[in-house]
C-alpha cells in the first residue's frame, strides 16, 4: 500500500477476532480492534490528527506552541505532528507516570511541565488550583498556543465517530456488535464510537470501564475523575464498571502471550473487562453475539509499569559473582581495616584503593591515589570477572565500610588473595581527621 | 483503635471519616467523665497536648536516619503549637527547635535549650536576629540582604561568629521541567554565587553550615530536585573554600487523619457527586471544596488535604531519601551519606501527631426552618480551624447520656456572630443526636490546629491548655505551663 504521509496511514486498524479457547466464552464472539497499529502507536493518533488538522495552517504561519494537557499517547502523537510542521509542542501534565513516554517525548522534541503537587499548606478557599491557571492562560486570544484541549474538544469524538466507529461497523458485514467495550479516559474512543453504534443499533450495549479509585492504570480515569471530562456523559453507557493495576496486567498478559496482540495495560484493562462482563451474560444467550473492545497502544512504552507491580515477570536468572548471593559469615568473614592501620597500608608500593562512591561525591573529596569505581559499575565488571590480578593488594572504600566489606567478601570467593574493606568507610577516614583531597 | 463503642454502631456506608487516634490520646478520650470535670473548671474550648508523644515521633525520624547512615539533626517547627510542655518536653530530648519568631526563640530559651539546638529561621527583625546571634542559634537565612544585615549587626556589637544556613527556593530541572509555587522565602539557586560573594567578604563573623531548602508542596519530585540542587550549591561552595557539613531540607512531610481508605474514597466520590446534583448535597449550602459543576461536568480542583494518606512523616522522609536524584541517578540518601554531608530536618506537623486533641462543649441544638440540625460549640473556626487547613475528618461525640439512637447528620457552627464561622462545612454525622453539654473531641489537632489561628475576636475566650503524662494507660494531667519533663519521667 502506497501513502503520501504518514499521516494518511492513521486509522483502517484491524478487527481481529479472540480465540474462543483463549476467552472461554460460548456464545459471544469477540474481537479486538487493534488501535495500536496506528502510526504513532495508539488509538490518539486519530483525535490528535483531527484536533490538529484543520487548526495547522493557521498555526504554523503564526508559529504557534501546540499545548494539551497529556502524559501519554496524545501527546505523543501530538508531539510527531507539531515536529513535522516545525511547531514546537509542549505537554502540561500533574505528574509522568510512566517513564519511557516521558523519555520518548522529549526524544521527539516535546516541553514537558509538570505542575507543582499540592501545597501542605492547605486554603480551601483558594479555588486558583494550577490547571484552572492553565486553563485561563491557554484561552486568552493570540497567546501564541494552539490548545488542542482533548477532554472538551468535539473533534476528539468526531475522530471515533468518522473513523473508528464505522471500521467496525463495516468490519462486521454492516451490523455491527451487540456489546461495546471501552476504557475512558477522553471518553473520546469510548463516546464517539458508542453514540454511531447505537444510531445504528439502539440494541447495542455499551460498557464503560475506569480505574479503581486507588489505582493507575495508563490512559484511564478513575471513577471521580472521568467527571471532569468534559465529554462523558453518563447516560451515553449501560455500565460502568472498575478494573485494577493487577487485572489490567492480567488481561495483558492474556492478549501478549495467547492472542500474539502486543497491547499495553488499558489494552488489557479493556480486554479482562471485557471477558468478566461478557461471562455474566454468556449463559443467557439464545443466540450468537458479537463484542468489540479496543486495544490502545503497545506494551512496550510499558516496561516499568509492569516491573513495578509484577517484579517477579521480569524475574532474571541470578548473575554469577553477585554480592546479593553472600551469606551472612562470608560477609562477616570479610577482611576489614580501621583507618590508622589503612593509612600505613597505603604507604606500601603497588597498593590500589578503590573508593565505591559516585562520582559526584568522589570529585569533591577522596583519599589520595585512590580510583573511583562507582558501585553500581563495580558490580557490573565483577559479573564477568576479577576486574585486577588476585594478588595485587587493594581496599575497598564506602561510605560507612558496609557495601565495601560486602565487595571484600566478594572479591575473597571469587579467588582474590589480598582484598579489604575500610572499617567504618569515608565518614570514619574523615572522623579521624585523616587528609582528604580534591583534585 | 476505634474509640467510643458507639461510633462502630454506624453503618460500612455512611459518610464518616474516622480519625485517627493512638496512644495517650485514646486513654484520654476513654475517660470522658474526668474531661467533663476538667473542661467544666477549665472552660470551653479546652486544648490538651500529650508531651511525650513527640520524643516517641522523633524516633521514627531517628530510624529513617538510621536505615540510610545519615547524620544530622531534627528540628521542631515550633510554628505548628505554641504549647510551652511540648518545647521543654523537647528541650529534654536531643530534639533541636526551629524558631520564626523572637517570641519563640524567647520561649525554648525558657524551657531550656541552649543556642547550638536551636534554628532561627523565617522573617526575621533585628532584635531576633541580635539574639539568635547572642544564643549561637543557627541562623537559616533567607536572603542576601538579611546575611548583610547579620553580619553587620555582628561586627557592630561585637557578638560571636555566626554559624548560618541560606535557604534556597528554585531549582532549574534538567529534561523535564518541574514546576513549583513561587515562594516568597529564599534566594533561587542561580543567585548562589552572588550569596558566596557574600559570604567570603564576611568570613570572620558569618560561618556557612550549609544550605537549606523548604518547597510548600507534597510532591516528591519537587522535593528530590530541590534536594539535589542543594548538593550542587553546596559543591559551589566547596569551590570557594567554604567546609559546609549540613544540607536542611525542611519539613513538610505530612500526617495521615484518617483510619479507613475506603471512607475517604467514598467520602470525596459522593462530594463530586454532590457537587453535580446527582445526589443530595452533605455539605453546608453544598459547598464544594475547590469543585463546581459547569454543564454537567466537574471543574476546579478538590482543595483539600489527602486526608487519609498512607505515606506521610517518617515514610514520606523515607521515600524522599530512596528516590534517585534526577540528573545524578543515584538516591539521594547515598549522595548525601558519601558527599559526608549531614542532613536537618524540620517537621512541624507530623512531629506532633497524635499529640493533642481539642475539646468543644456544646452550647444549643437547634433545627433550621430548611430542617438541618445546628449543633453551636462553645469553640470557633478559630479554636478549632481544621476547615481552615482542608483537612476533612470527624469529631469524636463524649454524651453526657450515652444512648442507642439512631446516628443523626449535624452541622457544626461556633461562638462568634459571623455568618461564616462554622467548625466544618460538612455535614458530620454523630452516633447521636448531641445535647446541650455533650462535649466534642476534634483529635490531632496539635499541629497547626489548635492555637495557630486562635484569637479574642467578640472576647471570647481563648483555649486554655493542658498537659497530660503516664503510661500503661492511666494519666495525670495539669496546666500546660505547669508541666516540666520531670513529671512525664519516661524521657
Not at chain 1, 592501620?341 to 565505591?356: F, G, H, S
Not at chain 2, 469524636?396 to 457544626?412: E, I, K, M, N, Q
Request: proline share 5%.
Amino acid at each position: 500500500m502506497r501513502y503520501e504521509s504518514i499521516l494518511d496511514v492513521i486509522g483502517d486498524t484491524p478487527l481481529v477476532r479472540i480465540s474462543p479457547n483463549v476467552h472461554g466464552l460460548n456464545n459471544i464472539d469477540l474481537y479486538a480492534k487493534l488501535e495500536m497499529l496506528n502510526p504513532f502507536g495508539s488509538v490518539k493518533d486519530r483525535p490528535a490528527w483531527n484536533m490538529t488538522r484543520a487548526a495547522l495552517p493557521d498555526a504554523v504561519a503564526r508559529s504557534d506552541t501546540i499545548v494539551e494537557l497529556s502524559s501519554g499517547n496524545t501527546a505523543k502523537a501530538l508531539a510527531v505532528i507539531a515536529a513535522m510542521n516545525g511547531l514546537p509542542f509542549k505537554s502540561v501534565t500533574n505528574r509522568m507516570k510512566v517513564p519511557e513516554i516521558k523519555d520518548l517525548l522529549l526524544l521527539l522534541g516535546a516541553q514537558i511541565e509538570e505542575l507543582p503537587g499540592q501545597t501542605e499548606c492547605l486554603d480551601p478557599t483558594d479555588t486558583e488550583d494550577p490547571l484552572t491557571r492553565m486553563y485561563r492562560m491557554l484561552s486568552e486570544e493570540g497567546n501564541g498556543y494552539l490548545h488542542t484541549d482533548q477532554y472538551f474538544n468535539p473533534r476528539n469524538l468526531d475522530a471515533h465517530r468518522t473513523g473508528t466507529a464505522r471500521e467496525i461497523i463495516k468490519d462486521l458485514d454492516g451490523r455491527g456488535p451487540d456489546v461495546f467495550i471501552a476504557c475512558v479516559g477522553t471518553a473520546g474512543s469510548s463516546m464517539g464510537v458508542a453514540t454511531v453504534l447505537r444510531d445504528h443499533n439502539p440494541d447495542v450495549s455499551v460498557v464503560g470501564l475506569v480505574a479503581h479509585k486507588s489505582d493507575f492504570i495508563p490512559g484511564i480515569r478513575n471513577i471521580d475523575e472521568v467527571h471532569e471530562v468534559g465529554l462523558f456523559d453518563p447516560a451515553n453507557y449501560d455500565t460502568i464498571e472498575s478494573v485494577t493495576a493487577q487485572e489490567a496486567i492480567d488481561g495483558m498478559l492474556t492478549l501478549n502471550r495467547r492472542c500474539g496482540m502486543l497491547g499495553g495495560p488499558t489494552g488489557g484493562a479493556a480486554y479482562f473487562g471485557a471477558v468478566r462482563h461478557l461471562r455474566s451474560i454468556d449463559d443467557a444467550l439464545t443466540e450468537r453475539a458479537t463484542a468489540v473492545f479496543i486495544v490502545c497502544d503497545r506494551v512496550e512504552s510499558y516496561m516499568s509499569y509492569v516491573r513495578q507491580r509484577r517484579p517477579e515477570l521480569m524475574k532474571q536468572p541470578p548473575r554469577a559473582n553477585s554480592v546479593e548471593a553472600l551469606t551472612d559469615s562470608e560477609v562477616a568473614g570479610a577482611r576489614s581495616v580501621d583507618v590508622a592501620e589503612a593509612q600505613r597500608w597505603i604507604e606500601q608500593d603497588t597498593r590500589m584503593v578503590v573508593d565505591l562512591r559516585g562520582p559526584f561525591a568522589y570529585s569533591a573529596l577522596h583519599i589520595e591515589h585512590s580510583v573511583n569505581i562507582v558501585d553500581e559499575l563495580f558490580d557490573e565488571l565483577l559479573h564477568g570477572g576479577l576486574p585486577f590480578g588476585a594478588s595485587k593488594p587493594v581496599l575497598l572504600v564506602c561510605p560507612v565500610g558496609e557495601k565495601s566489606a560486602r565487595y571484600a567478601a566478594l572479591l575473597s570467593k571469587m579467588g582474590h588473595r589480598d582484598a579489604r574493606s575500610l572499617r567504618g568507610g569515608v565518614v570514619a577516614w574523615r572522623d579521624a581527621g585523616a587528609p582528604l583531597v580534591r583534585d | 483503635m476505634t474509640i467510643a463503642p458507639v461510633a462502630q454502631e454506624l453503618s460500612s456506608s455512611d459518610l464518616v471519616l474516622r480519625p485517627l487516634v493512638s496512644g495517650m490520646l485514646l486513654d484520654v478520650l476513654r475517660a470522658p467523665i474526668a474531661l467533663f470535670g476538667i473542661t467544666n473548671a477549665l472552660g470551653s474550648p479546652l486544648n490538651v497536648v500529650v508531651p511525650q508523644q513527640i520524643v516517641k515521633n522523633a524516633s521514627g525520624y531517628r530510624a529513617v536516619f538510621a536505615k540510610h547512615h545519615l547524620t544530622g539533626e531534627i528540628f521542631f517547627a515550633h510554628k505548628a503549637n505554641r504549647s510551652t510542655a511540648l518545647i521543654r518536653e523537647l528541650a529534654g530530648s536531643g530534639i533541636g527547635v526551629d524558631v520564626a519568631s523572637l517570641g519563640e526563640l524567647q520561649h525554648a530559651l525558657a524551657a531550656g535549650f541552649t543556642g547550638g539546638r536551636i534554628m532561627a529561621t523565617g522573617p526575621k527583625d533585628t532584635d531576633f536576629l541580635w539574639l539568635a546571634a547572642r544564643v549561637g542559634a543557627l541562623v537559616n537565612a533567607d536572603s542576601r540582604e538579611e546575611l548583610a544585615a547579620l553580619a553587620a549587626l555582628v561586627r557592630r556589637h561585637r557578638l560571636p561568629v555566626v554559624p548560618v544556613m541560606i535557604r534556597l527556593c528554585a531549582f532549574d530541572s534538567p529534561g523535564v521541567t518541574v514546576l513549583s509555587r513561587p515562594s516568597r522565602f529564599g534566594v533561587h539557586a542561580r543567585e548562589m554565587t552572588a550569596v558566596l560573594e557574600l559570604l567570603d567578604k564576611n568570613r570572620d563573623v558569618l560561618d556557612l553550615q550549609g544550605v537549606a531548602y523548604h518547597i510548600d508542596t507534597n510532591g516528591l519530585a519537587e522535593k528530590a530536585l530541590a534536594l539535589e540542587g542543594c548538593l550542587h550549591a553546596m559543591r559551589e561552595a566547596v569551590g570557594r573554600g567554604f567546609r559546609p557539613t549540613a544540607i536542611d531540607i525542611g519539613g513538610g512531610f505530612g500526617v495521615n487523619y484518617l483510619q479507613d481508605r475506603g471512607e475517604w474514597e467514598r467520602y470525596t466520590s459522593e462530594l463530586s457527586n454532590a457537587v453535580l446534583g446527582t445526589r443530595p448535597p452533605i455539605t453546608w449550602q453544598n459547598y464544594g471544596y475547590g469543585l463546581r459543576a459547569e454543564a454537567g461536568t466537574l471543574r476546579g480542583g478538590l482543595g483539600v488535604y489527602p486526608s487519609h494518606r498512607p505515606v506521610a512523616g517518617a515514610r514520606y522522609l523515607d521515600e524522599l531519601l530512596t528516590g534517585d536524584a534526577p540528573s545524578l541517578r543515584r538516591p539521594l540518601a547515598t549522595l548525601l551519606l558519601e558527599n559526608l554531608y549531614d542532613l536537618h530536618i524540620e517537621p512541624g506537623r507530623s512531629l506532633v501527631d497524635q499529640c493533642g486533641l481539642t475539646l468543644a462543649r456544646v452550647e444549643e441544638v437547634r433545627t433550621t426552618h430548611a430542617g438541618h440540625t445546628l449543633v453551636r460549640l462553645a469553640a470557633n473556626s478559630r479554636d478549632i480551624s481544621i476547615e481552615d487547613h482542608a483537612v476533612l475528618m470527624d469529631p469524636v461525640l463524649l454524651p453526657v447520656r450515652p444512648s442507642a439512637a439512631a446516628p443523626t447528620g449535624v452541622f457544626l457552627s461556633g461562638n462568634l456572630c459571623l455568618e461564616d464561622d462554622l467548625i466544618t462545612r460538612r455535614r458530620v454525622l454523630l452516633p447521636q443526636e448531641p445535647a446541650q453539654g455533650d462535649l466534642l473531641a476534634f483529635v490531632n489537632t496539635a499541629g497547626y490546629f489548635m492555637d495557630f489561628a486562635a484569637d479574642h475576636a467578640l472576647m471570647q475566650p481563648i483555649a486554655r491548655k493542658i498537659a497530660v503524662f503516664g503510661g500503661d494507660g492511666t494519666w495525670d494531667w495539669c496546666l500546660d505551663d505547669q508541666y516540666w519533663p520531670v513529671k512525664g519521667g519516661t524521657t
